[in-house]
């Protein structure tokens, strides 16, 4: 709660809200998480500084969202576009990432002709059917295609898990 609450704007009042600690801890909370990671709130200030001047932010990929609202009157109104603009291009790069991923392995199980379907993205997650027979060739696809959907700075880290259900995954 506080980790993402503090990203995205929760104060020491609303962390004693949702907590059981007391107000001067969850602002001595804060206090601490930004000096413990100061380029969280570098990212905070540069991200909503960029789109109070343009009006808009990007994915890396260079999808736009327009938010008009970060200059905004109402405190309200302006605090939920800033809670947007620190938001979008983090779950935007991330929505940006699944879709490359998807297109990537679609065509790969295209071009194998694999009888393995891609069913449901959710958030972060592809669930596939997959045929006994093909189950370990498409683990391997998945974890060779997946972390390259899109070059970043950092790697990143795929997990498959198998089951009968979705419910079922291991």
Sequence with gaps: IMNFGVIYGLSAYGISQQTDLPRDQGAKFIEGYFSRYPGIQEYLNNTKTLAKKQGYLETICGRRRYIPEVNASNFQVRQAAERMAVNMPIQGTAADVIRLAMIHLDGEMVQRRL??????????????????????EMHNLVKDIMPRALELAVPLKVDVKTGVTWGDLE
């Design 115 to 136: 009888r393995s379907r891609m069913l449901i993205q959710a958030h972060d997650e592809l669930i596939f059917e997959v045929p006994m027979e093909e189950m370990e």
